[in-house]
């Protein structure tokens, strides 16, 4: 029984995605063809990559509103410095720098004037897609040639958007379990003051992190407007709540200090998966923003109610201790 109960409150997640990949494939006889399996994974490789950026930025108490933006502004410029050189590489490069400076300006906003991460990625959310927008004139760039082999090509028999998501799931995991950055995001978001207190440069942290979430915001425009095959300037709008939502069901807190790289991907695949069945099924699309908000808000629900449980049980054994104490 014990064994149950530890076994339910750690994996409760993964059984709710067992439990619903079971569903979608008697929801629809389509769910487990290989290209609808193909389409999903390749799908869900640009919003992974975005989540694992937002959930390194949760953990430390932080977000990032502009991500989807910043993924438009970076995937245009990726785009038009291929158009230009013929270089993949330096399109990649275009990209990454792209995302980076952006978010370097967060972290100033946020960290260096102390403005709320809702209120500065809010404004660069508005400024990025205009940037995005004024550079293409509001236009598409088409034809892109070979361009789209990285969001449409494979390596073997796998996409390699998926090969882009496993490696960036597999930096995310070490970065938070087997590094000192790591630790310290887990401690800030924790408890900044006491963070501080312990020696850790949080001013540093944050920047850190949001460097980090540039590269990975980089690299997902460049792999999303493969995918496509065109520069658009307005594409991938929404793209920051879904990764946001697949951060925060797969076990992210939105108080900061606990996550993980496993539970985002977990999440990031319900999402996928629910998204997938209500296409295929033919769920109104307004219904579907209906259910999206639903579950946000239930999981962010279920992550207060446990923070508050956890926080009880943690009273609750200081008080034990203290009466020990006492009687002793």
């Known amino acids: 029984m014990k064994f149950w109960y530890t076994a339910r409150k ?13 569903f979608c494939t008697f929801a629809n006889p389509n769910f487990l063809s290989v290209n609808n399996m193909t389409n999903i994974s390749t799908q869900l490789a640009v919003t992974t990559i975005l989540a694992f950026g937002a959930t390194m930025l949760i953990i430390s108490g932080m977000l990032d509103l502009s991500a989807g933006s910043v993924l438009a502004l970076s995937g245009v410029f990726a785009v038009s410095v ?5 270089s993949m590489i330096l399109a990649i490069l275009a990209g990454i720098l792209t995302g980076v400076v952006c978010n370097v300006i967060n972290a100033v906003m946020i960290s260096t004037f102390k403005t709320p991460p809702f209120i500065a990625t809010l404004a660069m959310m508005a400024v990025a897609r ?21 969001g449409q090509g494979t390596l073997g028999i796998i996409p390699i958007p998926v090969i882009f998501l496993i490696a960036f799931g597999i930096l995310t995991w070490y ?17 900044e003051e006491a963070a501080v207190a312990s020696g ?15 590269i990975f915001v980089g690299i997902a425009g460049v792999l999303f ?15 920051e709540f879904t990764a946001l939502t697949a951060s925060i069901v797969g076990g992210t807190s939105f108080s900061g200090g606990i996550g993980t790289a496993g539970g985002t991907l977990v999440g990031a695949f319900i999402v996928g998966f629910l ?35 956890r926080t009880k049980q943690i009273l609750g054994n200081s008080e034990k201790k203290n009466e020990q104490k006492q009687t002793n």
Request: charged letters at 10%; glycine letters at 12%; a positive charge.
């Open 225 to 239: 407007m493969a995918r496509v095959n065109a520069g658009l300037p307005n594409g991938a709008i929404n793209y």
């Open 275 to 309: 998204d997938n069945i209500m296409n295929l099924n033919g769920v109104n699309s307004y219904l579907q923003q209906i259910i999206r908000g639903g579950i946000i808000a239930l999981a962010v629900i279920y992550d207060i109610r446990t923070k508050g449980r």
């Open 10 to 22: 750690k994996y409760s997640i993964h059984f709710v995605l067992v439990f619903l990949f079971i």
């Open 82 to 86: 291929y158009k230009s050189t013929g």
């Open 130 to 150: 205009g940037v995005a927008l004024y550079f293409t004139q509001g236009q598409n760039i088409l034809q892109l040639g070979d361009f789209v082999k990285i």
């Open 175 to 191: 970065l938070l379990n087997h590094t000192r950055f790591g630790r310290s995001l887990y401690a800030v978001g924790g408890n």
């Open 200 to 214: 850790i440069n949080v001013h540093k942290i944050k920047y850190t992190a949001f460097i980090i979430n540039g």
